[in-house]
């Protein structure tokens, strides 16, 4: 399965993956899941949001365990990132079936759409759909760097997005679900286990910073006349990275976009978007206010319109503690033994944790690295991490 995978939507430039929503490598990421889940016998749906989904049982039965992730990626990603925890979950099924258990809930594998939101800038589209947290109405309005909007590249894929929302009777014939993820972090590097359960999920958000200035001749405007966005923009940066470090928390300005964006010429308009991250709400709010604060200060120096749009935002996710525990319990008698940790990337499951139990299982990373092609894991704690799914899914489906 790996292997069949590893091409699909890779970059020669850079060894990377583009495997963005609702392009050509998103659909061979999907026709594979489908053949996956087709050879296995199993039943396979594609939900009114684009989400796919393989059942064993009935589709329509109540109290079902479901595990998967998704199957897009950032730009450049790393090939762990979501695939392990799809390819995990039907290595897992594979292995439950040669031991011989016997199901007493249904069982469902997914796959979860535009999780990443590389292309139309808003994480997790497909579990928000679902889930009710985004309108029918605002996905209809998102669009990509080239002005297509989220309908038009779903029907240019072949699906109609007439039906996109809330699927609130899927969600309540789930009685649980499981996400396997590489970890994103060192935590499990360091302790030296090869697996982790999540316990709750940082809240975070994206923020959008307009810098508006003045467009001029790069040559011939003296400096003390410049009205350039660029300056306020730099030092808005550094005060995200002061901002962080003081507040134990993370920020992070990772993408740009300037106007006019001439070599010779002073821009008119800087934008930058800002991801930050931190382990509770008071803590983010304090770094989200300092670094507003010291972008404006820095814009009334710079005569500098500094405008802050709130994109997108995730509060804290406390993964359910009973199901958090019984995972420990399966893994590990009184779970005493298996690392419980934290983290400050999101997921579906964090989503979905407000409609259905949710939990997570972490894969060590041995370098921490993600969102990157350098992102790496160890076959021998990939297989453990199936393993360790494997019993999950035992301890919770063939009970």
């Known amino acids: 399965m790996w292997a069949e995978l590893l091409p699909v939507g890779r970059s020669s430039?850079?060894?990377?993956?583009?495997?963005y929503a609702w392009t050509p490598a998103d659909a061979d990421c999907r026709a594979w899941f489908k053949?996956?889940?087709?050879?296995?016998?199993l039943t396979y749906e594609l939900d009114r949001n684009g989400n796919q989904w393989a059942w064993l049982g009935d589709p329509q039965g109540s109290d079902a365990v479901v595990t998967g992730s998704h199957l897009d990626s950032v730009p450049d990603g790393g090939a762990f990132d979501g695939p392990l925890g799809v390819v995990s979950s039907f290595a897992a099924l594979d292995e439950l079936r040669r031991r011989g258990?016997?199901?007493?809930?249904?069982?469902?594998?997914?796959?979860?759409?535009?999780?990443?939101?590389?292309?139309?800038?808003l994480a997790c589209v497909g579990s928000r759909l679902s889930a009710g947290q985004l309108t029918a109405d605002k996905a209809r309005h998102l669009r990509d760097g080239d002005g297509i909007s989220l309908p038009e590249?779903?029907?240019?894929?072949?699906?109609?997005?007439?039906?996109?929302?809330?699927?609130?009777?899927?969600?309540?014939?789930?009685?649980?679900?499981?996400e396997l993820h590489v970890e994103q972090g060192r935590a499990l590097d360091l302790s030296g286990d090869p697996v982790g359960i999540a316990s709750a999920i940082w809240p975070h958000g994206r923020w959008r910073y307009d810098f508006h200035g003045e467009a001029n001749h790069a040559g011939t405007t003296r400096l003390v006349d410049r009205r350039d966005p660029m300056l306020t923009y730099a030092e808005t940066v550094l005060a995200a990275r002061r901002e962080a470090e003081l507040a134990g928390a993370v920020a992070t300005f990772g993408k740009i976009a300037v106007e006019p964006n001439g070599v010779n010429a002073i821009p008119s308009l800087?934008?930058?978007?800002?991801?930050?991250?931190?382990?509770?709400?008071?803590t983010l709010d304090t770094v989200i206010a300092g670094i507003e604060q010291a972008a404006k200060e820095r814009g009334e120096r710079d005569g500098v319109d500094v405008r802050v749009t709130r994109e997108s935002f995730t509060p804290v996710v406390e993964f359910e503690h009973a199901l958090r525990d019984e995972l420990g319990k399966i893994l590990g008698g009184d779970g005493s033994d298996i690392p419980v940790l934290g983290t400050g990337a999101g997921h579906d499951?964090?989503?979905?944790?407000?409609?259905?139990?949710?939990a997570m299982l972490f894969v060590r990373n041995p370098t921490g690295i993600s969102h990157s092609p350098a992102e790496t894991a160890g076959e021998d704690d990939?297989?453990?991490?199936?393993?360790?799914?494997?019993?999950?899914?035992?301890?919770?489906?063939?009970?």
Do not use: H, K
């Open 101 to 121: 258990a016997e199901f007493s809930r249904p069982l469902a594998i997914s796959n979860f759409g535009d999780e990443e939101g590389a292309r139309f800038g």
């Open 349 to 358: 499951a964090g989503i979905l944790s407000a409609s259905v139990p949710t």
């Open 270 to 282: 800087v934008r930058g978007w800002l991801d930050s991250r931190a382990a509770d709400q008071a």
């Open 153 to 178: 590249a779903m029907e240019r894929a072949g699906y109609d997005p007439a039906t996109i929302g809330p699927d609130p009777e899927r969600l309540a014939r789930i009685g649980a679900f499981v």
């Open 35 to 41: 053949d996956q889940a087709e050879s296995r016998g």
């Open 13 to 19: 430039a850079s060894g990377g993956y583009r495997r």
């Open 382 to 399: 990939c297989l453990a991490g199936v393993t360790a799914l494997a019993d999950v899914l035992e301890g919770l489906a063939c009970r």
